[in-house]
């Protein structure tokens, strides 16, 4: 069965360290991979997504990740964290025929 | 451009009675879902409409949960009886095209059974 799988239920860094959430997937083929951000009693913003191409895409606020096939793997990545980046992250790998998946999630707690 | 709408944005209901949930999805937008994000969890999809008709809904509970999406636009969902356990956050996104498309999502309806 397809799945995603985030370890990290929740990271804390300091303001200006930069971070590295993790995410895997499992399935034969080559998913679209999203990674979403939701702030407290916001709905879910997209940071950024891999379709095809360049394993490494950029998205908005500074955030980017790499596409790893090897490692059936979608890490989401930023140089420098900010005290606005606190939030609830969540990987989703969507599959043609419709199936759409979300992670756990992980919590980003950021100290100043 | 608009987005997702959702409606009410809160609920508090006892247990055994009846909820119903909206969403407008963005115009033009042919597919639409309603997730169920429990507290501490990722969304879970619920159904998948394809315009109109029923694309996913297989983590559906039928027996309590039902949902249309007349006209291919707006869609309601519903809970009816509802249980202590469904108590979430009811999210509706909307995408131009299903499986790799991108989902847009509304605010969603936090949901409280007592």
Known sequence: AQSVTQPDIHITVSEGASLELRCNYSYGATPYLFWYVQSPGQGLQLLLKYFSGDTLVQGIKGFEAEFKRSQSSFNLRKPSVHWSDAAEYFCAVGYLGNQFYFGTGTSLTVIP | ?114
């Open chain 2, 1 to 114: 451009e608009a987005g997702v709408a959702q409606s009410p944005r809160y609920k508090i209901i006892e247990k055994r009675q009846s909820v119903a949930f909206w969403c407008n999805p963005i115009s033009g937008h042919a597919t639409l879902y309603w997730y169920q994000q429990i507290l501490g969890q990722g969304p879970k999809l619920l159904i998948q409409f394809q315009n109109n008709g029923v694309v996913d809904d297989s983590q559906l509970p039928k027996d309590r949960f039902s949902a249309e999406r007349l006209k291919g636009v707006d869609s309601t969902l519903k809970i009816q009886p509802a249980k202590l356990e469904d108590s979430a956050v009811y999210l509706c996104a909307s995408s131009l095209k299903s499986g790799a498309g991108e989902q847009f999502f509304g605010p969603g309806t936090r949901l409280t059974v007592l």
